[in-house]
């Protein structure tokens, strides 16, 4: 029996092992999650708005001209 306690123990360290990193890659990919979202609403969000504004505004413009020339 003793030869199982040492595979026991082995295995129990490397799941141990195991489990550590796995956590230690899901609160980093959690982090990196949380900046890339971050990022994304600071930087992308507003230019998007903006690109609708411009839109709108020509759309505007367009038909204040077609009125105008009576188009």
Request: charged share 15%.
């Amino acid at each position: 029996m003793p030869g199982n306690t040492s595979a026991l123990s082995s295995a129990q360290d490397y799941l141990s092992f195991a489990g550590s990193k796995v956590w230690k890659l899901s609160r980093h990919t959690g982090k990196a999650a949380w900046i890339a979202g971050t990022s994304f609403l600071v930087l992308v969000v507003p230019l998007i708005i903006e690109m609708d504004r411009e839109q709108q505004l020509l759309e505007f413009d367009n038909q204040q001209i077609g009125a105008l020339t009576g188009k």
